[in-house]
Each structure stands twice: as structure tokens, then as C-alpha cells.
């Protein structure tokens, strides 16, 4: 079924990236992921299109999902749906017309990579812009977000130049892929100092003795939780007025009915 939603979609001609837990998988940032998140273009002619390929492939609304409209797609609202699965059961779909940090449609698609998988070649969200989408209050993305920063430098469009790695610098949230950061990229450690203190001195460490003392190693950490916490308070802040539409569309009934088919034209 997965492969047939994806043949629909390129029917269809829907303007979509994969986002989120597939696309980590497919740099090598994460093992498994049950869900399929897709960026689709919030234009009136493009939800149309998606709608199209979502009734061929008998889908049905989930749960607390708002009205498929084009101004929700570019208010940021998350849509749920299921696509009946083989043995395998249910096959859920997360759907976002303007993820949260990562500017237009057209700007992040510009940067995308089609991606070959089991289910056809599909267009993939770039790893930098991924990144700022895994920035979320769940404690277990950063770890995935650091492994994306490694997986950044052994991409094509990769330049590794000062900016790479300032950017990394500012993108890793735990000390494993910082010491491993480090140590497959030792040039960093010149622009480490630009970014923290203790930050360059673990690099300076781990590069010279294999690890760093754990008295820095202390202080790197806690200033890594400091970044983690502020960005999570950040996308509790992004969610607030979103989660506010919701609880509103729900008192007055407007969300759809869960399990109801899809229709296009709806």
C-alpha cells in the first residue's frame, strides 16, 4: 500500500517532501519510524491534487484532525490520516503546509534529494533543513538531530567549509557525536572557540588524549541540556496558538470525523 500511496502521489502530480522519521532513516539517523510525515505545497490547486490521491488510496481521517483547508495548511496545522495496510495493519500519515523553522515550500524543496526506497524514488527534505524540523520538545530527537549533523558532512553538497562547521557546531546536542564530530574532523576544532569555551576544550581533549576529563565533560553537558531546554520551551511556544485552533474547531464541533473516508473535492 505505502508504494501505491507514493505511485498515486507522483500520478497526481502532488508537490510533496518526505519529512521527519523516514527521511531520518534514509540519511542513517534512525533505525525506524512507524508514522510517514509529508510536507505537501498549501496551494489550493496542490490540496486538491493530494486530496485526489488520497481517495484513490481509501484513506480516512484520524484523529483530531481540522478541516483539510488551504488556510490551515498555511497556518502550520498537522492533518492525520490512515491508508489501509497489508499485513501490517493501519499505515498512518502526518501531513504539515508549513512545518515549523524551515521558511516556504519552494526554498526547502530546492535543496531536497530524491531518495531511492522500497516504495519508488521519493523527494526527500534536505538534511539542514530536517535538522531544524527535528527541533521539537521530544528529548529523544536531538540525539537524532547530532547523528544528522555527522551524516551532513558525507552529502554531496556538502562544502565543508567554515560555515559547515560552525553550523555543526551549533546543531550537536550530545557528547558522543561531538567527540565524534571531532575526531573525524579535527579541522573544527579552530572554529570551536568562536562558538563555546568548554565546547573547544572537549575538542581539544578528546584530539589530544583520546576523551576529554570529566570535569569538562560535565560542563559541556550541561551546557548542551541548557541549548535542548531552550529549544524545546521554543516549539512549546510554536504550538500554543495552533493547539489554541484546535481546542476551538473541537468545542464547536468542526473537527473531522474520525475514520470518515476521504474525499476528494471535500
Known amino acids: ?27 542513517g539517523a534512525a533505525t525506524f519510524s512507524e508514522d510517514i510525515d509529508l510536507w505537501i505545497n498549501p496551494t489550493a490547486g496542490n490540496r486538491a491534487r493530494f486530496l485526489t490521491a488520497l481517495q484513490e488510496c481509501r484513506a480516512r481521517y484520524y484523529k483530531i484532525t481540522p478541516p483539510f483547508t488551504v488556510e490551515l495548511l498555511q497556518r502550520g496545522h498537522g492533518f492525520h ?9 493501519e499505515i498512518f500519515l502526518d501531513v504539515l503546509g508549513r512545518p515549523p523553522r524551515v521558511g516556504s515550500f519552494a526554498t526547502v524543496s530546492a535543496t531536497a534529494r530524491r531518495m531511492k526506497t522500497d516504495w519508488g524514488t521519493i523527494p526527500t527534505i534536505g538534511i539542514q533543513p530536517l535538522v531544524e ?34 553550523w555543526a557546531l551549533e546543531n550537536l546536542f550530545t557528547l558522543p557525536e561531538l567527540a565524534a564530530f571531532f575526531s573525524e574532523h579535527p ?33 559541556v ?33 468542526a473537527l473531522m470525523p474520525e475514520g470518515a473516508p476521504v474525499v476528494a473535492g471535500g
Do not use: H
Not at 490520516?81 to 495493519?89: A, I, K
Not at 562558538?195 to 560542563?219: M, T
Not at 524545546?232 to 464541533?253: K, V
Open 1 to 27: 500500500m505505502i508504494a501505491s500511496f507514493f505511485q498515486s502521489l507522483e500520478r497526481q502530480r502532488v508537490e510533496y517532501l518526505l519529512i521527519s522519521g523516514q527521511a531520518t532513516v534514509l540519511y
Open 81 to 89: 490520516f490512515t491508508l489501509p495496510g497489508d499485513e501490517v495493519g
Open 133 to 166: 524540523l527535528k527541533k521539537t520538545q521530544r528529548l529523544e530527537d536531538y540525539p537524532i538531530v547530532s547523528k544528522l549533523v555527522l551524516a551532513w558532512f558525507r552529502q554531496p553538497e556538502c562544502s565543508a567549509a567554515a560555515g559547515d562547521y560552525l
Open 187 to 219: 579541522v573544527a576544532l579552530s572554529y570551536a572557540g568562536q562558538f563555546n569555551a568548554d565546547v573547544a576544550d572537549f575538542g581539544r581533549q578528546c584530539l589530544e588524549r583520546g576523551a576529554a576529563d570529566e570535569e569538562v565533560e560535565q560542563r
Open 221 to 253: 553537558s550541561r551546557f548542551l541540556q541548557s541549548r535542548v531546554a531552550e529549544l524545546q520551551r521554543a516549539d512549546r511556544r510554536y504550538w500554543r496558538s495552533i493547539l489554541e485552533d484546535l481546542r476551538s474547531l473541537r468545542a464547536a464541533g
